[in-house]
């Protein structure tokens, strides 16, 4: 099958059957965060399951995640790291760009699942609202999940780390694991997707509480140490 066909099929199969899943998702809403997390890597473990046996894309990870609360932060290239990340998260709350939350009933799913949204050219006064829903999330037990640079770049563009990032570091006091991804290899963002083994390396966690520009610096060298 060449890789343009498993696309295709890739996309009737994921994107037709996520229709009607995020049209139930008012249900396990309901129900409460925890009903709407377990739907939520139930929906992930789908598009695991069609990257495997359509896309022929499996996931090598090295390293492993704490196993109490930390910061996140992470290199992305594609969709494919963040559902990856959400179950091997168990389940983090998750910067959200604004726009993404704006879409009809998905963003509203999303904000009960407890996203953080953030406007990425926030004023001051709207970085501080994503430093209370974080400081809340990690109130809750969970830990946080943020895409440091911004936005899903292509492999090798080694953009700045976003300055909201450095306010989480400060408000959470958390350590930071680092998580190195190179998906945009297999999977661009035009084109048809490629087979083969997408990794995630998680880095060494850094602590809490150092000096801004020393915790930047090793944090962007850590997730870009794959590119």
């Given at each position: ?21 995020v049209l139930a998702v008012p249900v396990p809403a309901l129900l409460g965060q925890r009903a709407l997390i377990g ?10 399951w069609a990257a495997r046996h359509i896309l022929g894309i499996t996931v090598r990870v090295e390293g492993a995640p ?54 990425r050219e926030a004023s001051a006064g709207a970085l501080r609202g994503m430093m209370r829903e974080a400081e809340a ?91």
């Open positions: 099958m060449t890789a343009w066909l498993r696309t295709i099929v890739f996309r009737a199969v994921f994107y037709g059957l996520s229709v009607p899943i739907y939520a890597h139930r929906w992930a473990r789908l598009h695991r704490l196993a109490g609360q930390a910061l996140y932060a992470a290199k992305h290239h594609s969709m494919f790291e963040t559902t990856e990340l959400a179950i091997l998260l168990h389940g983090p709350a998750v910067v959200l760009k604004r726009e993404l939350a704006r879409i009809p009933l998905w963003g509203w799913a999303a904000r009960r699942y407890g996203a953080i949204v953030v406007d999330a990690r109130g809750t037990g969970r830990s946080v999940l943020i895409y440091p640079e911004g936005t899903r770049v292509a492999p090798g563009e080694q953009p700045p780390l976003r300055s909201g990032f450095a306010g989480l570091y400060r408000a959470l006091a958390l350590p930071t694991v680092p998580i190195a991804v190179d998906s945009g290899r297999l999977w661009p963002r035009h084109g048809p997707r490629q087979a083969g083994v997408v990794t995630l390396r998680f880095g060494e966690p850094i602590p809490a509480g150092l000096p801004r520009r020393q915790m930047e610096e090793q944090v962007h060298r850590a997730i870009n140490a794959l590119e």
